[in-house]
């Protein structure tokens, strides 16, 4: 079965870091883009970052640029999100997803994110 | 950025009903439109793909078209099961951004 399970989540206190990680099973891990979504209360879905095969590409949205860092660990069928000096407006549900992309890239063809895991929850509060 | 915004933002249906939802970009996107449900307490399920294609299991009542700036998710026969917010997703560029949602509610 195709499953992707976050971990990591927590109550931080503004300024502070956490790290988030999915463990992917039920596929060849190292052969897809995976991506970073998440929720906050109340409000709709908003793309965060994604990762190349690889590893060698990453995309952010503007608003987590130099505060996220995406990394894999393909031997371990891992994906991860570093977020250092996290913010009150970073509080929200954070998903892991699988992207469909082109055989030449997401940057060439998007077709979205086919699989996801249930969220891990992370709240920004002093 | 390019941004996404979904009309209506909510919507009041009933069982067997035909409904559209519109999605409009900021700049052409051509077909890289992406369609999701999400139901209270799962995770989002994608629907469509490059505007009009259906993911398998996707019942054939949903359907999506349009190109450029202008999509429409239709669901031909509303069922008990389809009630639920639906997103928009362009993947023409990075970030991908989603529309604002719309929630699909039982009249």
């Known amino acids: 079965e195709v499953q992707l399970v976050e971990s990591g989540g927590g109550l931080v206190q503004p300024g502070g870091s956490l790290r988030l990680s999915c463990a992917a099973s039920?596929?060849?891990?190292?052969?897809?883009?995976m991506s970073w979504v998440r929720q906050a209360p109340g409000k709709g879905l908003e793309w965060v970052a994604n990762?190349?095969?690889?590893?060698?590409?990453?995309y952010y949205v503007d608003s987590v640029k130099g505060r996220f860092t995406i990394s894999r660990d393909n031997a371990k069928n891992s994906l991860n999100l570093q977020m250092n000096n996290l913010r009150v407006e970073d509080t929200a549900v954070y998903y892991c997803?699988?992207?469909?992309?082109?055989?030449?890239?997401?940057?060439?063809?998007?077709?979205?994110?086919?699989?996801w895991g249930q969220g891990t929850t992370v709240t920004v509060s002093s | 950025d390019i941004q996404m915004t979904q009309s209506p933002s909510s919507l009041s249906a009933s069982v067997g009903d035909r409904v559209t939802i519109t999605c409009r970009a900021t700049?052409?996107?051509?077909?890289?439109l992406n369609w999701y449900q999400r139901k209270p307490g799962k995770a989002p399920r994608l629907l469509i793909y490059?505007?009009?294609s259906l993911m398998d299991g996707v019942p054939s009542r949903f359907s999506g078209s349009g190109s450029g700036t202008e999509f429409t998710l239709t669901i031909s026969s509303l069922q008990p099961e389809d009630f639920a917010t639906y997103y928009c997703?362009?993947?023409?560029?990075?970030?991908?951004?989603f529309g604002q949602g719309t929630e699909l509610e039982i009249k």
């Open positions: 997803a699988r992207d469909r992309c082109s055989n030449y890239g997401c940057s060439y063809f998007y077709y979205g994110m086919g699989v």
């Open positions: 039920g596929f060849t891990f190292s052969s897809y883009w």
């Open positions: 990762i190349k095969q690889d590893g060698s590409e990453n």
């Open positions: 700049q052409s996107i051509s077909s890289h």
């Open positions: 490059a505007a009009s």
């Open positions: 997703q362009q993947g023409y560029r990075s970030p991908y951004t």
